[in-house]
């Protein structure tokens, strides 16, 4: 049975590459999301932080996305028992 799982520095360069493909700033997800500073996003671009799912969905309305399309996902091989 596969656990699926979130590879966060993966979704985090995918975040970076669909900013740019899109024309977005740092500083302009900084203002559309009103954060005082952009730390919450760099954090989301390195792969140390996700956004919540409020922000999952800000994120792909403004890039033009799916938010299947921000994220990736892995799948864990686990074994059940009998």
Same mark, same amino acid.
């Not at 656990?3 to 995918?14: A, E, H, L, S, V």
């Not at 140390?48 to 994220?71: E, H, S």
């Given at each position: 049975?596969? %656990?699926?799982?979130?590879?966060? %520095? ?56 799916? %938010?299947?399309?921000?994220?990736? %996902? ?9």
């Amino acid at each position: 049975m596969a %656990i699926p799982t979130i590879d966060m %520095i993966q979704t985090g360069q995918n975040i970076v590459r669909l900013r740019k493909l899109s024309g977005v700033s740092v500083r302009n997800l900084q203002d559309i999301f009103g954060f005082a500073t952009p730390q919450a996003i760099y954090k989301w671009q390195h792969g140390t932080a996700l956004p919540t799912i409020d922000n999952l969905v800000v994120l792909a309305a403004v890039l033009g996305v799916r %938010i299947d399309d921000i994220l990736v %996902i892995t799948g864990t091989q686990i074994s059940r028992s009998a």
